[in-house]
C-alpha cells in the first residue's frame, strides 16, 4: 500500500526546517535580493540545525544519522519556501559531503567530511554547469587524463556556488572512460576563479566561474578511487533541483492567494472571482503533482532503485510548472505584481533560474 505521510521523525524536521524558513530566511528575503548577499549571522543558525552534519558518521565528527533522499526533498522544499537563494547557500556543503557519502573512498571521507563536522560554516561545492549551448550534464566538456600518476584537468565551468571560498570543489569531467569526479582543493595550481555572476535570479546566492588550466591532482582525488557510477548522484541532484521547485512555487501560490483573499474587487475578494479562483486551485493543483514526482523519485533513490527516469521527469515538470505558477501568482497580484513591493517578482525570477540551473543542490 503507498502511503505519502511522512514519519514522525520526517515531520518534526519538515516542521523544524519550516519555522526556520519563516523566521529566519523568509524576513530576510527582499533585502538579500537587494543586497546581492547571504546575511552574515544566517550560515551560523542553520549550521546548529545539523543540515550537512545529521548525515556523516559520528567516526568522522558528524551526528551519524542516515542519508535519506526523501528527507532531504522535504527539506529542501521548506528552506526554498522561506528563500531559494537563502537555501542554495545554506545546503552548498552538502555537494560535496552526500557525493562523498554515497561513492567516497574510506580514505576520503576520512579525510574531507571531519571539515563539515565542526562547529562553523565550511564551503564545499560542486562544479557542474558548463557555459555552452549544448551542456550535457552526463557528458561535460571538461575533461580529465591521465599523466603519469596524476590527473590533470581542464575546462571551464559556471554557475559554482561560493567558489571563490570553497574549502574543495568536486570537479565533474570527462575522462577516457567516462563521467568522473575529482576533489579540487581551493587555491589549486591552475584552479582559477572569475568575478562573480550577476544572474537574474536566487541573487543572494554568489555564484562563480572557474577555469582549469592543467590542474593536476592525484589519482587518489577521483571519487571513488578508480572510479565510480555518478548516475546516483546526478539523479539526487535532479531530484533536489525539483524539491526547490516546489518550495518556490508553494511561496509563489501562498502569496497570490492571501492577496486575492485581501484584496477587494466591486465589494467583494478577488478570491471569489471565477477566473481568479480557478488560476489559485490549478496552481494548488501542480504544486500536488511536482511534489508526488518528487517524493516518487526520492523513494527510489533511497531503495536503491533505478531513479534516472522519475528524477528526469520530476526536474523537468518542475522547472516547467514553478515558472508557470510563479507568472501565474503575478497575474493575480495585477499591476502590484510588477513592483517590488511584492515578493512575487523575485519569486518568478528565481523561478526562472530552474530551466538552467543543474547541480546547485543533492539530496
Not at 25 to 46: F, G, I, T, V
Not at 155 to 174: M, N, Q, S, W
Not at 218 to 239: E, F, I, K, M, T
Request: aromatic residues 8%.
Amino acid at each position: 500500500m503507498v502511503n505519502f505521510s511522512p514519519s514522525e521523525e520526517q515531520e518534526l524536521l519538515r516542521q523544524t526546517l519550516a519555522d526556520f524558513a519563516r523566521e529566519a530566511l523568509r524576513p530576510h528575503l527582499r533585502e538579500s535580493d537587494e543586497k546581492n548577499a547571504m546575511p552574515d549571522e544566517l550560515p551560523a543558525k542553520a549550521w546548529e540545525l545539523g543540515l550537512v552534519q545529521e548525515s556523516i558518521p559520528e567516526a568522522h565528527g558528524g551526528f551519524g544519522g542516515t542519508r535519506c533522499a526523501v528527507s532531504g526533498a522535504l527539506v529542501l522544499e521548506e528552506l526554498a519556501y522561506g528563500g531559494l537563494a537563502l537555501a542554495l547557500h545554506l545546503v552548498s556543503p552538502r555537494l560535496v559531503t552526500v557525493p562523498l557519502l554515497v561513492a567516497g573512498t574510506d580514505a576520503q571521507r576520512a579525510h574531507w567530511l571531519p571539515k563539515f563536522a565542526g562547529a562553523k560554516f565550511t564551503s564545499g561545492t560542486a562544479a557542474v554547469v558548463e557555459p555552452r549551448w549544448d551542456f550535457d550534464i552526463a557528458h561535460p566538456a571538461t575533461r580529465a587524463e591521465r599523466n603519469g600518476g596524476d590527473w590533470v584537468l581542464t575546462g571551464t565551468k559556471c554557475f559554482v556556488p561560493l567558489a571563490d571560498r570553497a574549502e574543495v570543489i568536486l570537479v565533474y569531467t570527462t575522462t577516457p572512460d567516462g563521467l568522473a569526479a575529482f576533489l579540487v582543493e581551493g587555491g589549486a595550481k591552475g584552479l582559477s576563479v572569475g568575478e562573480r555572476e550577476k544572474n537574474m535570479g536566487v541573487k543572494a546566492l554568489e555564484t562563480f566561474p572557474i577555469t582549469l588550466e592543467g590542474v593536476r591532482v592525484p589519482a587518489a582525488a577521483r571519487l571513488g578511487g578508480d572510479g565510480a557510477d555518478l548516475q546516483p548522484l546526478l539523479d539526487a541532484s535532479r531530484v533536489a533541483s525539483a524539491a526547490a521547485a516546489v518550495g518556490v512555487a508553494r511561496a509563489a501560490f501562498d502569496y497570490a492567494r492571501e492577496y486575492a483573499k485581501e484584496r477587494k474587487a466591486f465589494g467583494v475578494a478577488i478570491a471569489q472571482k471565477q477566473a481568479i479562483a480557478f488560476m489559485l486551485s490549478n496552481m494548488a493543483i501542480e504544486i500536488d503533482s511536482i511534489r508526488l514526482l518528487t517524493w516518487e523519485a526520492a523513494w527510489r533513490l533511497d531503495q536503491g532503485l533505478p531513479a534516472t527516469r522519475e528524477a528526469v521527469l520530476a526536474r523537468q515538470y518542475a522547472a516547467d510548472q514553478v515558472l508557470k505558477i510563479a507568472d501565474n501568482a503575478l497575474q493575480v497580484l495585477g499591476g502590484h505584481g510588477y513592483i517590488r513591493d511584492h515578493l512575487v517578482e523575485l519569486f518568478l525570477r528565481d523561478a526562472r533560474g530552474f530551466a538552467v540551473i543543474d547541480g546547485l543542490a543533492i539530496i
